[in-house]
């Protein structure tokens, strides 16, 4: 039975009709640590990639290292190669600046892009431990399912480093393959992590 | 009739009366054939581009081009896509980097700006020719603010990652206004070179309540 307001038919079906205007970003999953090694969209214990959406965006919310002065990464996985090691060449550039006011800088930081590796992709470097230090940003993957095109990714973010320095991070690139993605981990360079990341599909 | 649950009314007047999401699809359009433009005018196929959201944003997903020979750009109108003419000034940075690893920097790209300028505002390309191997493509998103204020001018932010012909990856991040107090209503991307040979622009509103 359709449920019909003023003449327009709202829900028919099980289900919001098809004429009704939805949010087209749509939350899939959160998931929130307090002292875990990594955050993992796998389909296990959250939802991967699927064809379902042809960008994904995540969400990361005060992550925080146990071991101060860490790498924050990630790397994705296909169904017939689950190691998290597909082939990233990318970008990273960097604008910081210190707490006491004397060091600032906007630089490309070769020594956090890839090229043509399989390593994971740093996204913040040096993350501080303190109590009130953290990381947050945004991470958009386009078409992970294409099997015709390399898979861009962009990511901006910021942190607290070690040193009591704001970093911004600036990192895109692509994962140079034509194999479908269906996962995705993210995590530091050493020790566990806190923190709440944040999975949306756009139709 | 409204539809009341536990004193909440979810829906009256033909319309739901809970949020159902601030970011509304408007329109898809796919390329899947080679395209010379792909516009977007206000009461077009379905296209709303006017004051009915306050901030708009267009996804670009795996744009494909014809030719090693150019890239994606952008041009916008004010009189429903009868001319694409409007003045721009606009900022273009990019980050690249190649396969080998030998070649990488963070630059301004003067060449990708504009100076009150009417012609194509550049989002990919330049410097960096779009790679037009099977596999190689762009993707990314534009947002344009405000677009039917006749008050001020309209300001524009775009990000790309793309692949590069000579096997680079290239970001490009580009930022401007419109300079005009007339509404925007209709947009348009075309390649700077050659055609669109496929990939999908998604065109969405945010509400703003």
């Given at each position: 039975m359709g449920v019909i307001s003023n003449g327009t038919t709202l829900l028919d079906a099980g289900a919001i009709d098809s004429g009704v205007p939805t949010g087209?970003?749509?939350?899939i999953d959160t998931v929130t640590v307090t002292n875990a090694g990594n955050i993992t969209f796998d389909g296990s214990l959250a939802t991967g990639f699927s064809s379902a959406y042809k960008e994904y965006i995540f969400k990361l919310i005060?992550?925080?290292?146990?071991?101060?002065?860490a790498d924050y990464t990630f790397q994705v996985g296909t169904s017939s190669d689950t190691d998290f090691d597909q082939t990233i060449t990318s970008t990273h550039f960097r604008a910081f600046h210190n707490e006491a006011g004397n060091t600032t800088s906007l630089a490309y930081s070769a020594s956090h892009d890839l090229a043509q590796s399989t390593s994971a992709q740093i996204l913040?470097?040096?993350?501080?431990?303190?109590?009130d230090e953290s990381c947050v940003g945004t991470l958009h993957i386009f078409d992970?399912?294409?099997?015709?095109f390399v898979k861009h990714f962009i990511f901006s973010g910021t942190q607290y480093q070690q040193s009591d320095y704001a970093i911004a991070h600036h990192v895109a690139g692509y994962f140079n393959t034509t194999t479908a993605l269906d996962r995705i981990t993210f995590f530091f360079s050493s020790g566990n992590q806190a923190g709440t990341i944040k999975m949306y599909g756009i139709k | 009739m409204a539809i009341i649950s536990n004193a909440t009314t979810i829906a009256d007047a033909g319309a739901f009366?809970?949020?159902?999401?601030?970011?509304?699809?408007i329109k898809t359009i796919t390329v899947s054939s080679a395209a010379g433009t792909v516009s977007f005018v206000n009461g077009?196929?379905?296209?709303v581009l006017n004051n009915t959201y306050p901030i708009y944003l267009f996804k670009f997903i795996?744009?494909?081009?014809?030719?090693?020979d150019g890239g994606l750009a952008v041009n916008f109108s004010v009189d429903t896509g009868s001319n694409y003419n409007v003045a721009k000034t606009s900022t273009n940075f990019e980050a690249y980097a190649d396969e080998g690893d030998s070649d990488v920097a963070v630059n301004y790209s003067t060449s990708g700006?504009?100076?009150?300028?009417t012609g194509v505002q550049h989002?990919?390309?330049?410097s960096s020719k779009m790679g037009y191997d099977n596999d190689q493509s762009a993707s990314g998103e534009l947002f344009l603010f405000?677009?039917?204020?006749?008050?001020f001018v309209k300001h524009f932010i775009s990000e790309f990652n793309q692949s590069d012909y000579r096997n680079y990856t290239w970001r490009r991040n580009v930022a401007g206004y419109?300079?005009?107090?007339?509404?925007?209503?209709a947009a348009q991307f075309s390649m700077t070179?050659?055609?669109?040979d496929s990939g999908i622009f998604k065109l969405y509103g945010i509400k703003d309540s």
């Open positions: 087209a970003m749509v939350l005060d992550i925080h290292p146990a071991a101060t002065g913040f470097n040096g993350v501080g431990a303190e109590n992970p399912t294409s099997t015709t | 009366s809970v949020s159902l999401g601030s970011m509304v699809l077009t196929s379905s296209v795996n744009i494909h081009p014809s030719a090693d700006d504009l100076a009150q300028g989002l990919t390309g330049i405000n677009p039917s204020s006749t008050t419109c300079n005009t107090t007339s509404a925007v209503d070179s050659g055609n669109i």
